[in-house]
């Protein structure tokens, strides 16, 4: 038995015929901010969202300990600055209930919920040619057409629940982190077994060790962590930030991540032995993902990198006390290739002596069982099963939803070799089609709302434009999307990241094609781009049925997103990604 979270509807009218400058997919963080976004600018728009309420990954990802590894002080919204200022974060690093309230302030704050319709699960999108409309369907029965069709479907919403052997017999509940149930689950006096050890079950095993009477963790890959050392919120440094909130998003817009962080430029190895260790030592105790701005070449230097990986591993044996399992636990892959986990209390945890690591890299997992999961013959007995095992990711979110676009061609068969888009906005074929953080722009690479904000303001700023020049079709052209493409892949090849099989590449999904699927050459670089494109009359896209020229708008949200590049930070993937022309 699989449960998952309640989508049961209370009943509506199917919604027949309407037509609306744009339909939008999803009601996560991309999509209420679109939905304002549009209204500012006078369009209309209809948002369905196949969960309850909104929120997105925040309102699906409700298991014990999920929070935020970004800062919650750079973790909000941007474009209002009272907004900004009435919102108070109470830890250093959000917990979701928090962030999915701070989800639902924004759309009762700008009434964005009567354009929504919720627990409505988006079926098929079908680009009609003659009448230049997206033709969209859901599983409600809603039939009505977007001059647009906005895809926010996120990044990571499509759980992974690998089809293990004998699912059906396993007697108990079987959950899925992304899936998670609303009503609270109590592990109490529960033999629990975790599938899985990314950041989802890195942030929940802690959590529910406290309340299992016994925990199995079948761990294939071991990842790195860094402790988070979270806190409750410091009100100096939130009273320093709002008091020039303008000042730490700019700082943040021109770093490559799109958050802000101290970060060291230097190389590893131009440091001591000695040097090194006090510099790790540090970072270590700031915590969290900073911990990769010790030095400037982590991510691009082998054996630099291995400096770190080998600090880290240290840092795994000095916790866990069983020396075995602490080198299961210590990765022997690139240190921050796979995503960085940040936890809070997560290796402690094997010093539990209910709690066992299972390594199922070499043996795997056989089969679920009537009672627990059957490793090499073993059964290890559980009474609740979780798969913390991931998301299909970046490609995933679209596979759902029959897309057709130009002439018959569907969205899966043109990525079935991995994604093509034109800077992770759109796809040629597929005119009016956008993709709020796409594949093939930073999007998982950089703080995911920034990078939405940014993706929100360049398509409604086009929309507004095209609207001005009475065209009707906006779309990469081909020449433009290859070259971007090559772009994506030539500035990953730089980056160590693109070297293991994460989900990344799209690895963590067996018979998925290999790409790597972010766009890593910075977020500031990236940016610029899309401004340059627009500033340039959308150079590279083809827009069909306007008048060439029209007087600029009179409102553009873009204009907040001319930002200088950190030159401070420059990293190699930046400096490639200068070197060669994005489109
Ligand atoms: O998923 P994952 P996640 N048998 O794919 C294992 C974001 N996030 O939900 O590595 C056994 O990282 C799989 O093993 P392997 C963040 O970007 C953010 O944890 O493929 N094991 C892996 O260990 C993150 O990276 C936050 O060998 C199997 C695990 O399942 C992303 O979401 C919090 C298996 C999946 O790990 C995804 O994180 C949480 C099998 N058949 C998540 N199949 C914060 O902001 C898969 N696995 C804090």
Redo the contacts with the bound molecule.
């Keep these: 038995m699989t449960t998952s979270p309640s989508t049961a509807p209370s009943s509506r009218p199917a919604e027949d015929g309407t037509r609306y400058d744009a339909v939008i997919v999803g009601a996560g963080f991309g999509g209420l901010y679109m939905l304002h976004a549009l209204r500012r600018l006078g369009f209309s728009a209809r948002v369905f969202e196949a969960g309850d309420d909104v929120g997105g990954t925040w309102y699906w990802?409700r298991y014990p300990g999920?929070?935020?590894?970004i800062e919650s002080l750079q973790y909000s919204y941007s474009f209002d600055p009272d907004l900004d200022q009435e919102w108070s974060w109470s830890e250093r690093y959000a917990p979701q209930p928090e962030i999915l309230a701070y989800a639902n302030h924004v759309a009762d704050r700008f009434d964005l919920r009567r354009d929504i319709r919720f627990a409505t699960r988006v079926t098929t999108a079908r680009f009609d040619e003659d009448a230049a409309l997206w033709e969209i369907e859901t599983d409600r029965g809603d039939r009505v057409s977007g001059w647009f069709c906005i895809m926010a479907v996120g990044c990571?919403s499509n759980a992974?629940i690998?089809d293990f052997p004998g699912r059906d017999e396993f007697e108990g509940p079987v959950l899925h982190?992304?899936q998670w149930p609303h009503e609270e689950v109590d592990f109490t006096d529960m033999r629990v077994a975790v599938?899985?050890?990314?950041?989802?079950?890195i942030?929940s095993i802690p959590i529910i060790a406290r309340q299992a009477s016994r925990l199995t963790v079948?761990?294939?890959?071991p990842?790195y962590s860094v402790p988070a050392w979270n806190r409750p919120m410091d009100r100096e440094q939130e009273r320093e930030v709002k008091a020039d909130y303008p000042g730490l998003r700019a700082r943040m817009r021109g770093r490559p991540t799109g958050f802000f962080f101290p970060f060291n430029i230097d190389p590893a190895l131009g440091s001591t032995p000695e040097e090194r260790e006090r510099q790790y030592e540090e970072f270590w105790g700031r915590g969290g993902l900073p911990f990769l701005g010790a030095y400037g070449d982590l991510l691009f230097d082998a054996d630099a990198n291995e400096t770190a990986a080998e600090f880290a591993r240290n840092k795994i044996r000095s916790i866990v006390r069983e020396p075995a399992t602490a080198e299961l636990l210590c990765p022997d892959n690139v240190f921050g290739c796979?995503?960085l986990c940040?936890d809070t209390g997560y290796y402690e945890t094997y010093n539990l002596p209910h709690v066992h690591l299972v390594n199922?890299s070499d043996t795997?997992?056989e089969r679920f069982a009537r009672d627990g999961v059957v490793v090499d013959g073993t059964t290890w007995p559980a009474d609740i099963i979780i798969c913390?095992?991931?998301?299909a990711a970046m490609t995933g979110s679209f596979e759902r939803i029959g897309i057709t676009g130009r002439s018959g061609l569907t969205l899966a068969e043109k990525w079935r070799a991995g994604p093509r888009t034109c800077l992770g906005l759109s796809s040629h074929g597929f005119p009016n089609l956008f993709m709020i953080t796409g594949p093939g722009s930073p999007s998982?690479l950089a703080s995911m709302i920034q990078a939405i904000e940014q993706h929100v303001d360049w398509m409604a700023d086009c929309m507004a434009h095209l609207r001005d020049i009475g065209a009707r079709t906006i779309e990469p052209g081909a020449a433009a999307e290859d070259a971007g493409v090559d772009h994506v892949n030539e500035v990953a090849g730089v980056s160590l990241r693109s070297t293991c099989s994460s989900?990344y590449v799209g690895a963590?999904i067996p018979g998925r094609p290999r790409v790597f699927m972010p766009y890593i050459g910075g977020f500031p670089i990236y940016v610029n781009r899309c401004n340059e494109v627009m500033d340039a009359g959308y150079e590279g896209f083809i827009i069909t049925g306007g008048a060439p020229a029209a007087a600029p708008p009179e409102v553009r949200l873009t204009e907040r997103w001319h930002v200088p590049v950190d030159i401070d930070v420059i990293s190699p993937a930046m400096v490639a990604a200068r070197q060669v022309p994005v489109v």
Excluded: E, M, Y
Excluded at 218 to 221: I, N, P, Y
């Design positions: 990802n999920a929070r935020c590894d990571l992974n690998p982190t992304g599938i899985g050890t990314g950041s989802s079950a942030q079948f761990q294939r890959t990842n796979k995503r940040v199922v795997p997992i913390a095992t991931g998301f998982v989900w963590n």
